[in-house]
């Protein structure tokens, strides 16, 4: 599987950016590269395919540095309006990203774009459904959710590989594609508990 060298420079401007602005976040868009590229790989996805689903993976978070710091490190539950600023990432990224000349950041782009619809259609931020939603983000969804489950936060403990598991199970169908959900759960490897432990 080929690495993101063929975008050094862009990469490494876009993840230091992220990570200036919040460590934890960075170190999470590097996890979900990680399973996501494992999932897309084990689907057979083109290995040029792979290549934006992972690119977009350790990019999917990069509209949050148009987020404020208040929000992003709130502690607590957020009100409407914040979630409303927290939930425009996604769009942000994809117009970050879409700076960036050729074919493969406008690829990129599109599925950061696309990282938080949802299977059934009750996702953000235009509502795609099902196959209407590109399968790297599909691959991504899940991969991110499963993150942010596990990962140890300052204000709580990280969930189980079991427990995470169960709950991806549990949406299967709403809110993730319930193949690529089958597909992470068939990858056998113990470096995929580790990593989330």
């Not at 050094?8 to 590097?30: N, V």
């Not at 690829?107 to 509502?127: I, M, S």
Request: net charge neutral.
């Amino acid at each position: 599987m080929k690495s993101t060298a063929h975008l050094p420079d862009t990469l490494a401007l876009l993840t230091s950016l992220l990570a200036q602005k919040d460590r934890r976040t960075a170190e999470h868009c590097s996890r979900v590269m990680w399973y996501a590229g494992r999932i897309a790989y084990e689907m057979n996805l083109e290995e040029s395919a792979i290549v934006v689903v992972r690119d977009a993976s350790l990019l999917h978070d990069v509209g949050k540095v148009r987020v404020p710091d208040a929000i992003l490190n709130h502690p607590g539950k957020l009100d409407d309006a914040w979630v409303e600023l927290v939930r425009s990432h996604a769009l942000h990224g994809e117009q970050i990203l879409l700076r960036f000349p050729g074919r493969h950041m406008r690829d990129v782009a599109k599925l950061v774009g696309a990282h938080h619809e949802r299977f059934d259609g009750t996702g953000y931020p235009r509502g795609l459904r099902g196959s209407g939603i590109p399968l790297g983000a599909r691959i991504i969804a899940v991969s991110d959710a499963f993150d942010a489950m596990t990962a140890r936060r300052p204000y709580r403990s990280g969930w189980s590989f079991g427990r995470a598991i169960e709950e991806l199970m549990a949406c299967a169908g709403t809110q993730f594609d319930p193949d690529v959900v089958a597909t992470f759960i068939s990858i056998n490897d113990e470096r995929i508990f580790r990593i989330s432990s």
